[in-house]
């Protein structure tokens, strides 16, 4: 089964500073992958997903993220962190068996003043 | 306005007893996705359904039951027989025109005493 790690259970920023949040993905093939931003007691927003066309993807609210299949990596990143960025973020990978998706245990990102 | 709609936000009820949790789309999307959440558990798969009467176990199966009977509805119901089914309940569908993107209702919080 396909499955994804993220490390980092929680991250904290500094407003204006990078945000780098890392996933990494186990996958026998070619995966599609996406990145889900979550507020407090809301549902998930889709960020972005890769899905095998170009390998830096980009996404809404200023993120991005980089497929490195050398690494099996699909880090999130953003140059600049607004508070409004404080959220949990899922990394999640295709399941190659079915259809569903299987998400990592998510990152909470605080971002300080 | 498309999207997808769960009733009720918050929903209370005393142990042993059996609950329904409501989900509808108007996305005309056929597959549906009912997922359990947990602090620092990430989202774990209840059940699937990839067309109308029919649907599949997820990993977590054990004490929920579902139905599809109607292309726009999946509901869920949590059963006595669920050990511990105090948890925040999304519900999502897919678009099959993109495969594994998913979109999420805003969730359910069940709280059983």
């Known amino acids: 089964a396909q499955s994804v790690t993220q490390l980092g259970s929680h991250v904290s920023v500094s407003e204006g500073a990078l945000v780098l949040l890392r996933c990494n993905y186990s996958?026998?093939?070619?995966?599609?992958l996406f990145w889900y931003v979550q507020y407090p007691n809301q549902g998930l927003q889709l960020l972005l997903k890769?899905?095998?066309?170009?390998?830096l993807v980009k996404g809404i609210n200023g993120f991005e993220a980089e497929f490195k299949k050398s690494e099996t990596s699909f880090h999130l990143t953003k140059p600049s962190a607004h508070m409004r960025d404080a959220a949990e973020y899922f990394c999640?990978?295709?399941?190659?068996?079915?259809?569903?998706?299987?998400f990592g245990k998510g990152t909470s990102l605080l971002v300080t003043p | 306005d498309g999207g997808i709609t769960q009733s009720p936000k918050y929903l209370f009820r005393k142990e042993g007893q059996n609950v329904t949790l409501s989900c509808e789309q108007n996305?005309?999307?056929?597959?549906m996705y009912w997922y359990r959440q947990d602090p620092g558990q990430g989202l774990r798969l209840i059940y699937y359904?990839?067309?109308?009467?029919?649907?599949q176990k997820g990993d977590i199966a054990e004490g929920y039951s579902v139905s599809r009977e109607k292309k726009e509805s999946f509901p869920l119901t949590v059963t006595s027989a669920q050990k511990n089914p105090t948890a925040f309940y999304l519900c999502?569908?897919?678009?099959?025109?993109?495969?594994?993107?998913?979109?999420f209702g805003p969730g359910t919080r069940l709280t059983v005493t």
């Open positions: 999640a990978v295709s399941e190659d068996s079915g259809y569903a998706l299987n």
């Open positions: 996958s026998s093939v070619p995966p599609y």
């Open positions: 890769y899905t095998s066309a170009a390998t």
């Open positions: 996305l005309n999307h056929d597959a």
């Open positions: 359904s990839q067309i109308v009467n029919d649907f």
């Open positions: 999502a569908s897919e678009d099959d025109r993109s495969p594994y993107e998913q979109y």
